[in-house]
Nanobody
Framework: QVQLVESGGGLVQAGGSLRLSCAASGRTVSRGAMGWFRQAPGKEREFVAGITRSGSGTYFGDSVKGRFTISRDNAKNTVYLQMNSLKPEDTAVYYC?????????????????????WGQGTQVTVSS
């Protein structure tokens, strides 16, 4: 079993920055492909960013490209989402997800059904 715990959410003004962390524990599968999704009230869950197990590949949703970055520290089983130039429309619950994957996988997983494990989420609120 893999446990994912997100942290770093909070309230920030528009234009500000936050860094989310997702710590994984459990089986070695926790060192798999990882991704961030978000869900705003009344909206469907949206892909935000993803990173391959090796860290060599990343991909971002169109709404966050150029503002967000994703990275991982495999030694710590932790993935990070650096969010800059935040906008009120970034307000949502952010979820971390993990998928079993090969070290050699180069494609970034962008669909939520491609992920096996999910965290509880952390709230990000951006005020205007």
């Amino acid at each position: 079993q893999v446990q994912l715990v997100e942290s770093g959410g909070g309230l920030v003004q528009a234009g500000g920055s936050l860094r989310l962390s997702c710590a994984a524990s459990g089986r070695t599968v926790s060192r798999g492909a990882m991704g961030w999704f978000r869900q705003a009230p009344g909206k469907e869950r949206e892909f935000v960013a993803g990173i391959t197990r090796s860290g060599s590949g990343t991909y971002f949703g169109d709404s966050v490209k150029g503002r967000f970055t994703i990275s991982r520290d495999n030694a710590k089983n932790t993935v990070y989402l650096q969010m800059n130039s935040l906008k009120p429309e970034d307000t949502a619950v952010y979820y971390c997800a993990c998928a079993e994957s090969s070290w050699f996988e180069t494609r970034v997983r962008i669909r939520d059904d491609e992920y096996d494990y999910w965290g509880q989420g952390t709230q990000v609120t951006v005020s205007s």
